[in-house]
């Protein structure tokens, strides 16, 4: 297979399931060496996960059903999701 040149970030990062219970996999498919630190907060803008690097694995299971926003820090730039957790 060829890689295609330029591939965006965004292209290969994605959150599953989604909505979720609060175990979510992270799944990032580009170069994990520029994902410097992945940061989850809540609506009202608190700041409720960090990592530093990546990792495939996040619980949210301990924290309220709602919608959670997901910074996701590359070398070069930061890509937002949006994240569900129901119960």
Do not use: W
């Not at 709602?66 to 890509?79: A, D, E, M, T």
């Amino acid at each position: 297979s060829v890689a295609k040149c330029g591939a965006m970030e965004e292209d290969n990062l994605s959150f599953s399931p989604n909505p979720s219970s609060g175990q979510i996999n992270f799944n990032f498919s580009g170069d994990k060496s520029q994902l410097s630190l992945t940061e989850i907060f809540n609506v009202q803008g608190e700041k409720v996960y960090q990592s530093n690097g990546y990792q495939s694995k996040i619980n949210l299971a301990n924290h309220a059903a709602g919608i959670y926003l997901v910074r996701v820090h590359f070398n070069s730039k930061i890509i937002t999701r949006k994240i569900v957790v129901s119960k």
